[in-house]
């Protein structure tokens, strides 16, 4: 079990050998909630009655002291924590699941994708029926093996050549991921969103991890520390994360394309046709979407007169400020997808962290002043009325904009109802969250009728 006030990015290889993880803080679509899930893996999230002392490897709760390598249950469902070990049983999918989900899948309009970062990620969405992968965080990646060596030392480096230096080597790793992950989704599409976390998640916090870092990249202890001071920020869900690291740095969005293109060369020359669809993170303005798109375009351009092989790509932004909802016809003049990302639209829209709002959303419910937690189903008035926004606006200047939803909500089933009502091409959830998915959406087909996708591929 990984018990922790919160988790970050930092914390995947952990969770990755963990088999349920704890937090204090947190709520339904904080890190530790939307990995668990792409993982499959049993998470409590918000805690808020824990004690997690992780210097001193106890947590305490109601009197109860819980030290490192004692035994927890933990309930997903309910949300409860059980001292001790408690009695498991596997699920079962047998048969008549399969005959079920084949009827589900012969009726339904909407397509299901999977939230996927990793092979073994992008196998479970193969078995359990998705047609591609609607987000692939590439952050993730940043985290697998000693690569965070290399993104410590880019994000250190005092210019631009010292963080082309580091990007070379992160080149090679990425690409590599990439054709792991095309390898078994085959002609399927591949949504790859480029580097979204504000760049302070890849920096140590303790002053330990400092010295260490320092050591390890051959520089002093205070150029580490002076980063980690530069790198703060009050609101970093607001501040300098997504497209906006672009502008800053075009050489990390350089590096994420040319590694994504090469690998599609590299299956092409194989024989495999593999579809990468290149998502812009974050995107707030048309100015700011022409930007990246021409980064990103033109550096695939360059790889592919390179290699002399014509790899299939696609480029779009994800909508997940409201600002872009508005402004979508312009974007999508020249985006040729979108995919709503209603973890932050919601946060966004509604004004409620993602973080924080589990403390005290409970007692909204209770009272009755919202009939749900808006992270977990769409609130159709105000979040749902800036996707309609977007969509109608999107659809009106590009008539074949590819649409899908890959926030949390994508595997929820009145949102997934929700994104049949305003005719999306498809939702992305977590691999083990998309039999749900399908059913839903053949529900929602069976209920108001099936309607035309969009032919993009
Ligand atoms: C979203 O905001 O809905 C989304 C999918 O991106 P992330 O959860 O990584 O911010
Ligand atoms: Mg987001």
Same mark, same amino acid.
């Given at each position: 079990m990984l018990v922790r006030n919160e988790t970050s990015p930092e914390d995947i290889k952990g969770m990755s050998v963990a088999r349920g993880i704890l937090t204090a803080r947190g709520g339904l679509t904080s890190h530790a909630a939307v990995v668990a899930r792409q993982m499959g893996k049993c998470c409590v999230t918000g805690c808020g009655e824990l004690d997690v002392r992780t210097a001193e490897k106890v947590m305490k709760a109601r009197g109860q002291e819980v030290r490192e390598g004692d035994w927890i249950s933990l309930n997903g469902t309910s949300g409860e924590v059980i001292l001790g070990q408690a009695k498991l049983r596997a699920p079962e999918l047998a048969g008549d699941f399969a005959t079920l989900m084949s009827w589900a899948d012969e009726v339904r309009t909407l397509g299901v994708r999977a939230n996927a970062d990793t092979v073994a990620d992008s196998e479970a969405a193969v078995k359990f029926g998705?047609? %591609? /992968?609607?987000?692939?965080?590439? &952050?993730?990646? $940043? $985290?697998? %093996?000693?690569?965070i060596d290399s993104v410590r030392a880019m994000i250190l480096a005092q210019d631009e050549a010292g963080r082309r230096k580091a990007l070379a080597r992160l080149l090679p790793m990425q690409r590599e991921d990439f054709l792991g992950i095309f390898a078994v989704m085959k002609e399927r599409p591949v949504t790859i969103r480029l580097l979204d976390p *504000? !760049?302070? &998640?890849f920096l140590p916090k303790t002053e330990q991890d400092m010295k260490q870092v320092a050591k390890l990249l051959g520089v002093s202890a205070e150029t580490v520390s002076h980063a980690t001071e530069t790198h703060k920020e009050q609101n970093p869900m607001l501040g300098h994360r997504g497209c906006r690291l672009a502008v800053t740095y075009p050489e990390i969005s350089e590096m994420q394309a040319r590694a994504i293109i090469e690998a599609a060369c590299e299956m092409k020359k194989k024989g495999v046709n593999v579809f990468p669809e290149i998502m812009i993170p974050l995107t707030a303005g048309t100015a700011e979407w022409e930007y990246n798109r021409k980064l990103v375009q033109e550096t695939a351009e360059k790889v592919i007169r390179e290699k002399g092989v014509q790899a299939r790509y696609l480029v779009g932004t994800m909508i997940e400020i409201p600002r872009a909802c508005l402004v979508a016809g312009e974007i999508a003049e020249s985006a040729e997808f979108f995919s709503f990302g209603t973890n932050d639209l919601t946060q966004l829209t509604y004004g409620l962290s993602r973080d924080d709002a589990g403390r005290f959303l409970p007692e909204y419910i209770e009272k009755n !002043? /919202? *009939?749900?937690d808006p992270f977990i189903a769409i609130d159709r008035e105000g979040v749902g009325e800036m996707v309609r926004i977007g969509i109608e606006r999107g659809r009106k200047s590009r008539g074949n904009l590819e649409l899908g939803i890959c926030g949390e909500? %994508?595997? &929820?089933p009145t949102s997934v109802e929700f994104c049949h009502l305003v005719k999306m091409d498809y939702v992305s959830c977590a691999p083990y969250r998309a039999p749900i998915a399908r059913l839903a959406a053949a529900q929602a087909a069976i209920e108001h009728g099936a309607y035309q996708r969009v032919e993009v591929h």
């Open positions: 998705c047609e %591609g /992968i609607g987000l692939c965080r590439t &952050e993730h990646m $940043f $985290f697998q %093996g000693d690569r *504000p !760049l302070h &998640e !002043l /919202i *009939p749900r909500h %994508g595997g &929820e």
